[in-house]
């Protein structure tokens, strides 16, 4: 059965400084999801990795998997109070919606 | 706004009542999965429906059921409600032009906050 964790859980940040949460997946899972979830909000898209050494980016934010350690990372460069969510990561399976998702991380940026 | 619709937005019910929830999608995607987000933990696969059958369920009880319509709307039915059926509720389908189409990303609605009393 395929299981998800994050670490850390909770993670309180300075501005500006860096920091990356790790997302260890279980079973083989051919794609890798990160998600944001603002409070009392739904889940935002932010990328998807679909192959081994893949990495994404997106302004502060860049995402990586490598499929043999079962391992994907979100990276967090420069942080600023905007970043503050909680940030799942999911595996799943081509052919299926089904998602399996981590317990989240929950960022705080402070001033 | 996502694309995908749900309602109601907040509801509250007793043990043992039953509650309908309703989902319905812009770009009208064949296929739409229900996930259910307790307080502080990460969305749980309910079910998902595709040309209106179920194919593919979680760990989740048969009190627990789905429809889909031809219209691509979908609804989330749960009987004998019990106190840690208390949850956010999220209905998701595949957008079109969404990040990645084809990779099966998921575009979750705003959801429906259940509470159990």
């Known amino acids: 059965e395929l299981k998800v964790e994050q670490n850390p859980l909770f993670l309180s940040m300075q501005e500006g400084k860096n920091y990356t949460i790790y997302c260890n997946y279980s079973t083989t899972s051919d794609r890798l999801y990160w998600y944001r979830q603002d409070p009392g909000k739904s889940l935002e898209s932010l990328f998807v990795l679909l192959s081994n050494g893949a990495v994404k980016q997106e302004g502060r934010l860049m995402a990586s998997l490598d499929t043999k350690a079962r391992l994907s990372t979100l990276h967090i460069t420069a942080a600023v109070h905007d970043l503050s969510a909680t940030y799942f990561c999911?595996?799943?399976?081509?052919?299926?919606?089904?998602?399996?998702f981590g317990t989240g991380t929950r960022l705080k940026v402070l001033a | 706004e996502t694309g995908v619709t749900q309602s109601p937005t907040h509801l509250i019910k007793t043990r043992g009542q039953q509650v309908t929830l309703r989902c319905s999608s812009q770009s009208g995607h064949n296929t739409v999965s229900w996930y259910q987000q307790a307080l502080g933990q990460g969305p749980q696969f309910i079910f998902q429906?595709?040309?209106?059958?179920?194919?593919g369920r979680g760990n989740f009880p048969p009190r627990f059921s789905g429809l889909q319509f031809p219209n691509y709307s979908s609804e989330l039915n749960v009987n004998a409600l019990e106190l840690d059926d208390s949850a956010l509720y999220l209905c998701?389908?595949?957008?079109?032009?969404?990040?990645?189409?084809?990779?099966?990303?998921?575009?979750f609605g705003a959801g429906s906050r259940l509470t159990v009393l």
């Open positions: 429906y595709y040309r209106e059958e179920e194919n």
């Open positions: 999911a595996a799943g399976t081509s052919g299926t919606y089904k998602y399996i």
């Open positions: 998701a389908s595949r957008i079109r032009g969404a990040l990645s189409s084809g990779a099966n990303v998921l575009t």
